[in-house]
């Protein structure tokens, strides 16, 4: 959710912030990533982003650990983690109206208060010496299957882990 204009990519490929975490999904949640995340299947967000000049950052993160369990997916043991992150977006844009550069906590518009987001993550544990010797942090041991940001709900298991 954080990003920064100036670190974007170009129109045609977009890189830098916009997919700097892709490296911590499992290889079926890159995939997935790719094909359904706004910061890739089209130009509307990046557009915005470039528009703007804006830099958003994620603060005041709140994970919890909300259900852990061993779950057979294709005749397999995996152990999945499904977290809570509870946060809010710190935007630096310019203001159309006075071209000045603004700094504030992304508000609700309905009630003029912070946004608090909530994104729903499910994490599945990876050895460490299964993914190889340019491992995501040096091999954490945990990748994200699959992810929903504003949710009420829990995410399903998306896919086989493995693949």
Excluded: C
């Excluded at 804006?54 to 152990?79: E, M, R």
């Excluded at 003029?112 to 091999?139: D, E, T, Y």
């Amino acid at each position: 959710m954080s990003y920064d204009y100036r670190n974007i990519g170009t129109p045609a490929h977009h890189s830098g912030t916009l997919t700097g975490s892709t490296f911590l999904l499992t290889p079926g949640g890159q995939f997935r990533f790719v094909h359904n995340d706004v910061r890739m299947i089209n130009n509307t967000l990046y557009n915005k982003i470039q528009a703007g000049k804006i830099i958003q950052q994620v603060v005041n993160a709140q994970p919890t650990l909300v259900h852990f369990q061993v779950v057979q997916v294709l005749g397999k043991q995996h152990t999945f983690a499904w977290i809570s992150v509870t946060f809010e977006l710190l935007q630096s844009k310019i203001d159309p109206a006075s071209g000045k550069r603004i700094e504030q906590l992304q508000t609700d518009p309905a009630t003029g208060q912070p946004l608090i987001h909530h994104m729903a993550v499910i994490l599945v544990r990876i050895l460490p010496q299964r993914q190889g010797s340019n491992a995501p942090m040096g091999g954490t041991g945990w990748l994200v299957d699959t992810y929903e940001l504003d949710t009420n709900t829990l995410p399903a298991i998306a896919i086989d882990p493995s693949i």
